[in-house]
């Protein structure tokens, strides 16, 4: 099965808080982990990606968190801030070969001031 | 910074009509996609492209759909006959080595 589960669907919260999240993949041959960011009417950029070799990638006030035997991994954002008011959606695929990217349904985040 | 560019920005035919999506992905990428995303939903993966021929294709890509890198910086997606439901974002995606960056889209509009 080739699903990526992604949830909240929605998510509100405050201005310096720490959004969170969740992604669940079912294809154990997956072994590369992105997660892009989406503005209205803009395409999919690239935020952080994690291959399963590590438990967590930081870059900036962007963090994945891995977790290989449960095939989950998150996303926390630090310091959250209005501009970050975007689509976020988890992604995965074998990175090894040319295979498409398999994403999650997405989740709207809002950063209230 | 390379980024992916793809053009037209939008897109309005009628059903039935042929229309190509053209993309210039990044100079030194090897690999390059298709993707749709219907308004609201997901991004959807289309078909992957490497060293000059189809590398892996989904359900969504079927006879209608076919792509081509005509030269050494386009790479076009043809829809042979549009559908109502082919209106959406197409997306163009190129990779170096596990990354794929995203151009800003076409929207297609079918009517």
């Known amino acids: 099965q080739q699903q990526v589960k992604q949830s909240p669907q929605s998510l509100i919260v405050q201005k310096g808080g720490i959004p969170i999240i969740n992604c669940a993949y079912e294809n154990t041959a997956f072994d590369y982990f992105p997660w892009y960011q989406q503005f209205p009417g803009k395409g999919p950029a690239l935020l952080i990606a994690i291959r399963p070799d590590v438990s967590e990638k930081k870059e900036g006030r962007f963090t994945i968190s891995f977790n290989k035997s449960a095939k989950q991994f998150s996303l926390h954002i630090m310091d959250s801030q209005p501009g970050d008011s975007a689509t976020y959606f988890c992604a995965a695929s074998r990175g090894g070969g040319a295979d498409g990217l398999t994403f999650g349904k997405g989740t709207h985040l809002i950063i209230q001031p | 910074e390379p980024e992916v560019t793809q053009t037209p920005s939008h897109q309005v035919t009628q059903m039935g009509q042929e229309v190509i999506l053209r993309c210039v992905p990044i100079s030194n990428h090897l690999y390059f996609y298709w993707y749709r995303q219907i308004l609201g939903q997901k991004v959807e993966f289309l078909v992957s492209f490497y060293n000059n021929e189809i590398s892996e294709k989904s359900e969504i890509f079927d006879d209608q759909f076919s792509v081509e890198r005509p030269d050494g910086s386009n790479f076009t997606l043809k829809i042979r006959s549009t559908k109502l439901e082919d209106s959406a974002m197409y997306f163009c995606?190129?990779?170096?080595?596990?990354?794929?960056?995203f151009g800003p889209g076409t929207r297609l509009t079918v009517t």
């Open positions: 995606a190129s990779r170096g080595h596990y990354e794929q960056y």
